[in-house]
């Protein structure tokens, strides 16, 4: 999709800190971190929100998940705990249009979420 951000940031249009990459995951920074660990990871086919997903994306979304347990435990967060939360449409606080998993960690999460 073209003007997507997370597409952009994928396709190398847009700077962003990358921390993985494979063909079907890409994960980096946010720039506005919630944690002072805070990774988005996202599939780098687009999938506008986990409402649009269907059973065909249920190995890619397992991937997500994956992945972002990996980056936090590879950070040093396997004891004390990490979070991983993907919101899907706008009140849920989805601000960009284009499936992502946020990992946090680093501080106490408090529960539950704003």
């Known amino acids: ?5 997370f597409c952009k940031i994928r396709d190398g249009q847009i ?9 079907d995951v890409l994960a980096f920074k946010d720039i506005g971190p919630k944690a002072p660990f805070h990774e988005l990871v996202i599939p780098t086919q687009h999938i506008a929100s986990l409402a649009e997903a269907t ?5 890619l979304l397992g991937r997500l998940m994956l992945v972002g347990s990996n980056l936090a435990c590879s950070a040093g967060y396997r004891e004390r705990g990490f979070r991983v939360v993907m919101n899907a449409g706008p009140d849920a606080g ?5 499936v992502h998993l946020h990992v946090l960690a680093g501080r106490s999460l408090d529960w539950p979420p704003g």
Do not use: N
């Open 94 to 98: 989805q601000s960009v249009a284009h």
């Open 1 to 5: 999709m073209s003007d997507c951000l």
């Open 55 to 59: 059973s065909d994306h249920a190995a």
């Open 15 to 23: 700077p962003a800190t990358i921390t993985y990459r494979d063909q």
